[in-house]
């Protein structure tokens, strides 16, 4: 018995009603913190083993009357889940930080810090590339992200992770650099 063929991302697209064209996030302020893709879920406060306080972060950002765009990633090689690495950005008034070992408990303290302006961390000191790999969201994410993080992963130079589903495109992989904030 042969295999199933693969259908295409606009196929199923198509049929799943879903527009074909993409929604890029306008949120100003951005954080991620690694966890293990395999407890990925499409909505990131549903991930498997996150603490309430993260998936509350967003909507309090919201209520204050400001937008959060919150994501996980992963680096090759991690699969921790305490502690985790966190990266935030401001991308209105440039502003960068980073957390090499945070304890997941911190986490969500972390972030509200420095959406209020304070907190630790160090700037990002080089480019930071984070390419959407999510296929539980998008299997065109899962499909096509692959194969650029490999491409990107090729450049010493550059710093590589895979990131839960970005938004802003549809049917194409894409890559959002910090601390810039430019989608591609």
Not at 8 to 14: G, L, T
Not at 52 to 71: N, P, T, V
Not at 76 to 99: H, K, S
Not at 140 to 160: E, M, N, Y
Request: proline share 7%; aromatic share 4%; with cysteine.
């Amino acid at each position: 018995m042969s295999p199933a063929p693969t259908r295409a991302c606009s196929e199923v697209s198509f049929e799943s009603g879903e527009p074909l064209a993409g929604t890029a996030s306008d949120a100003p302020l951005f954080a991620a913190f690694s966890w293990p893709k395999a407890l990925w879920h499409h909505d990131v406060a549903l991930s498997e083993g996150l603490p309430a306080a993260i998936s509350e972060l967003a909507g309090a950002a919201k209520r204050s009357g400001r937008k959060l765009q919150l994501r996980l990633f992963q680096r090759t090689g991690r699969q921790a889940t305490d502690p985790v690495e966190l990266i935030c950005a401001d991308f209105q008034n440039a502003r960068t930080a980073r957390i090499p070992e945070l304890p997941l408990e911190r986490c969500a303290a972390a972030i509200s810090e420095f959406i209020a302006g304070g907190g630790n961390g160090t700037p990002l000191e080089r480019p930071l590339l984070l390419v959407c790999t999510d296929g539980k969201h998008d299997l065109c994410c899962g499909k096509l992200g692959r194969s650029i993080v490999s491409a990107l992963r090729s450049d010493p130079q550059l710093d590589v992770a895979e990131v839960s589903h970005l938004g802003g495109h549809r049917l194409a992989a894409n890559c959002l650099a910090l601390p810039s904030g430019e989608l591609y």
